[in-house]
Nanobody, 127 residues
C-alpha cells in the first residue's frame, strides 16, 4: 500500500520558518516529480512547488519564490519543503503528492497530474 505522510507543520509567527517533510512508503518515487500543494479554508487546492525525478529540476508558484525551497532525498524516499519568511497568507493545509508521470511535464501545477496524496499537515502563520 502506497502512503505519503507529511509532518513538520505547526504554528509560527510571521517571518518565521518551518520545514515540512513527506515520507513515501510502499514504492519508490525516484523517477516521479514530487509536488507540494496547499489549501486554505474556503479556497481551492493550489500548487506550491515541484521537484523533478532524475535532475532535481524545480518550479514554484510566484508567491513563494525566494522564500520556499523544495528538495528530495531519494535514498530516504523523502521530499522536503523549507519555508522561510512565512506570511499569514501562507496559512493552509500543506499536501505532498506524487506525480503520475515518470518525466517532467508542463501539467505539474494541475492536481489531476498527481495520483498519490498525503493527508496534509497544518501550517498556521500568525501576524
Amino acid at each position: 500500500q502506497v502512503q505519503l505522510v507529511e509532518s513538520g507543520g505547526g504554528l509560527v509567527q510571521a517571518g518565521g520558518s518551518l520545514r515540512l517533510s513527506c515520507v513515501a512508503s510502499g514504492r519508490a518515487f525516484a523517477s516521479n516529480p514530487m509536488g507540494w500543494f496547499r489549501q486554505a479554508p474556503g479556497k481551492e487546492r493550489e500548487f506550491v512547488a515541484v521537484v523533478s525525478g532524475p535532475d532535481d529540476r524545480t518550479s514554484y508558484v510566484d508567491s513563494v519564490k525566494g522564500r520556499f525551497t523544495i528538495a528530495r532525498d531519494d535514498a530516504k524516499n523523502t521530499v522536503y519543503l523549507q519555508m522561510n519568511n512565512l506570511r499569514p497568507e501562507d496559512t493552509a493545509i500543506y499536501f505532498c503528492a506524487a506525480n503520475r508521470r515518470l518525466y517532467w511535464s508542463n501539467a505539474y501545477r494541475d492536481t489531476d497530474d498527481y495520483n498519490y496524496w498525503g493527508r496534509g499537515t497544518q501550517v498556521t502563520v500568525s501576524s
